[in-house]
T-cell receptor, first 112, second 113 residues
Framework: GENVEQHPSTLSVQEGDSAVIKCTYS??????FPWYKQELGKRPQLIID?????GEKKDQRIAVTLNKTAKHFSLHITETQPEDSAVYFC???????????FGTGTSLTVIP | DTEVTQTPKHLVMGMTNKKSLKCEQH?????MYWYKQKAKKPPELMFV???????INESVPSRFSPECPNSSLLNLHLHALQPEDSALYLC????????????FGPGTRLTVT
């Protein structure tokens, strides 16, 4: 099955700085890569996703890049704010598969 | 309506009790999921329903019994649970199972005493 690795496990940045979280996957058949943000005690919320036919996608301060050759994808958050503090999970879904394979999560702290 | 709802929000049950968790969505999604999540860990898939049929059971103990009465509802029946089953139980739904966005409900915080 698919194996998704996520780094770093914890990340602290100063407010206004950028944050980057990286994930690698093992199965070249994976074709959909969502990112979820989970605040303490809340549900995971989909914040951005990318499909394998696209190399980059951006939504305001958040962007995701995908390198299919190297089998890795990254979340970029610019101009970080304290409300960006949360646990972020990446995931991968295999073409014709029916489940997500989650990374182990990154706890992001934005220091005011 | 773009929301998945779950009841109850919190549940405390003894090891001999029988209880049920409920999940509802009105987005017309045909795939629904149960996940178990421990603190600071990713969601762990338990069951997948596709078009109201169970398509994945990730070797979950029989003390957890899922049910999908119709395309909008998903239940998880609990019986004879163990303290290690205490966790956040999340329901999710998606348009279909193959590579579609999954939307999560707020979860039920379960404590087994």
């Amino acid at each position: 099955g698919e194996n998704v690795e996520q780094h770093p496990s914890t990340l602290s940045v100063q407010e206004g700085d950028s944050a980057v979280i990286k994930c690698t996957y093992s199965d070249s058949a994976s074709n959909y890569f969502p990112w979820y943000k989970q605040e303490l005690g809340k549900r995971p919320q989909l914040i951005i996703d990318i499909r394998s036919n696209v190399g980059e996608k951006k939504d305001q301060r958040i962007a995701v890049t995908l390198n299919k050759t190297a089998k890795h994808f990254s979340l970029h958050i610019t101009e970080t704010q304290p409300e960006d503090s949360a646990v972020y999970f990446c995931a991968a879904s295999i073409r014709h598969g029916n489940q997500f394979y989650f990374g182990t999560g990154t706890s992001l702290t934005v220091i005011p | 309506d773009t929301e998945v709802t779950q009841t109850p929000k919190h549940l405390v049950m003894g090891m001999t009790n029988k209880k049920s968790l409920k999940c509802e969505q009105h987005m017309g999604h045909r795939a629904m999921y149960w996940y178990k999540q421990k603190a600071k860990k990713p969601p762990e898939l338990m069951f997948v329903y596709s078009y109201e049929k169970l398509s994945i059971n990730e070797s979950v103990p029989s003390r957890f019994s899922p049910e999908c009465p119709n395309s909008s509802l998903l239940n998880l029946h609990l019986h004879a649970l163990q303290p290690e089953d205490s966790a956040l139980y999340l329901c999710a739904s998606s348009q279909a199972t193959v590579s579609y966005e999954q939307y999560f409900g707020p979860g039920t915080r379960l404590t087994v005493t």
